[in-house]
């Protein structure tokens, strides 16, 4: 089997589970998971686990539930989100700007960067909508297991030649 290919994420949250993340995936290795990731929040400075799991399993489709011991729990897609930079914005920093490589928009620069979840007033419009964009293209990829160019080409295919450009 492919290292890569056929490998999809899935979510499922279970509140119940007293096992560490190792344990759970001995509990589900049969299933051709991979790997298991548990979320988790920052609360006063300290990182607390959450009851949501990521598992990457080597399947085609996915399944509806997983089973770990006696629990039949229910799984949904992994959507990641689009690539953002969160640096701190300041005056000096917005006078230094470099472009921002790693970004998932290119042309995105340090000034129009966002500060604890708040858009600057700068990008707000232009960013919006290609990460609204960007978000599309990754459902659309995970839905139809298929790549980047073709996720891009079907968005491309069904919005049709943009004409009202002002």
């Given at each position: 089997s492919h290292p890569t290919y056929n490998n999809l994420n899935i979510v499922f949250t279970c509140g119940s589970?007293?096992?560490t993340v190792d344990e759970i995936k001995a509990h589900i290795e049969e299933d051709n998971v991979t790997?298991?990731?548990r979320f988790t929040r920052k609360s006063d400075g300290k990182?607390?686990?959450t009851n949501s799991y990521v598992v990457t399993m080597q399947v085609v489709k996915i399944p509806e539930y997983i089973y770990i011991g006696m629990k039949r729990i229910k799984t949904r897609v992994y959507y990641p989100r689009p690539m953002h930079c969160y640096t701190k914005i300041t005056k000096i920093t917005a006078k230094m700007a470099k472009p921002?490589?790693?970004c998932a928009i290119s042309s995105v620069h340090t000034t129009s960067k966002m500060h604890k979840l708040r858009w600057s007033t700068q990008c707000f419009r232009y960013q919006l909508s290609k990460y609204?964009?960007?978000e599309q293209l990754i459902k659309l990829k995970l839905d139809h297991n298929?790549?980047?160019c073709e996720?891009?080409?079907m968005m491309d295919s069904s919005s049709g030649p943009n004409t009202s450009k002002r």
């Open positions: 589970i007293p096992l790997d298991v990731y990182s607390v686990p921002a490589n790693h609204k964009q960007e298929g790549s980047y996720a891009k080409q």
